[in-house]
């Protein structure tokens, strides 16, 4: 079936952590959805979505796919050098209603040490948010903090060989948030243009140490794990090479500044949805296999 190409939901970024369950949730709600991507013969998305081919770096790439686009996901994965002229197209390229804007940035704004830190990307989001409300658009600003999905990317590939994390910082606590509740709130946004001027720190449901998320993945995969606590030297080694460096010092002092608080906790998904945000116990369980499989 050939969806309309009036009151299309655009998603750019369809493909990374967020954007493509933004897709699904979507979907689900009907909707009629344009996933943005710069390699569509490599997109993999479901059918129904009209996939087209466009780049942020080429902010006159993006004209088709704006084409009777009244919202957009924004997420913005490029250099800054054109993030006036993209924005400038999503305000005034016309749509056949006002047009909303849900944009994923990042908690830069939120009190609490762990946010606080040096952030290369906080100019950048701030910036972009700048750029956005100088606009007409119905601008609506998603802020998770901590990815639940961090858990894979850092701790997957050591306990897939063993049942040791070797990490830094085991008491230092967070509030992941599971990147399929993100997309909700997403959707949400842009479905429903009561959301329009909307701003939420979006955060899982409670402020869990680093130990204690290696252990809710071990209750997940029945095992009993060991966090093997590096120090900020010792992590530096051992990510050398492989992590840019500028990432291994944001997280070090992130997770120096949070010892000996809580994490920052807000009731945001379940305000807008009408339901609790996943625990990381959950997310863990669904996400076994990733940490008990081959490699």
Do not use: K
């Amino acid at each position: 079936m050939t969806r309309s190409r009036q009151n299309v939901v655009l998603v750019t970024g369809a493909t990374g952590r967020v954007g493509r369950l933004v897709v699904d949730e979507l979907l689900r709600a009907g909707a009629s959805v344009r996933a943005l991507t710069r390699r569509p013969e490599h997109a993999a998305l479901p059918a129904g979505v009209e996939v087209v081919a466009g780049d942020l770096t080429v902010p006159a790439s993006l004209d088709p796919a704006l084409e009777g686009a009244v919202a957009v996901f924004l997420v913005w994965t490029a250099a800054p050098a054109t993030a006036p002229a993209v924005v400038a197209r999503l305000a005034t390229h016309p749509s056949p209603q006002p047009r909303r804007v849900v944009y994923l940035s990042s908690p830069h704004q939120t009190p609490h040490p762990f946010f606080q830190q040096p952030n290369p990307m906080r100019g950048l989001h701030a910036e972009i948010e700048r750029l956005l409300a100088a606009t007409s658009l119905g601008v609506t600003v998603i802020r998770p903090g901590m990815f639940a999905s961090n858990a894979r990317h850092w701790w997957a590939p050591q306990l897939r060989d063993g049942d040791v994390v070797r990490w830094p910082y085991a008491a230092a606590e967070t509030a992941p948030v599971d990147e399929r509740d993100i997309a909700a709130v997403a959707a949400r946004a842009l479905l429903d243009g009561r959301h329009a001027g909307g701003d939420y720190v979006l955060t899982g449901p409670e402020s869990l140490s680093q130990a204690a998320q290696i252990g809710a993945i071990g209750d997940a995969i029945g095992r009993s794990l060991r966090f093997d606590e590096l120090s900020p030297d010792e992590f530096r080694r051992e990510t050398a090479g492989t992590w840019p460096g500028g990432v291994a010092e944001m997280l070090l002092a992130a997770w120096q500044a949070a010892l000996g608080r809580p994490a920052f906790v807000t009731s945001a998904v379940q305000e807008i949805l009408g339901s609790p945000p996943r625990t990381f116990h959950r997310w863990a369980a669904d996400h076994a296999a990733a940490f008990a499989g081959p490699a």
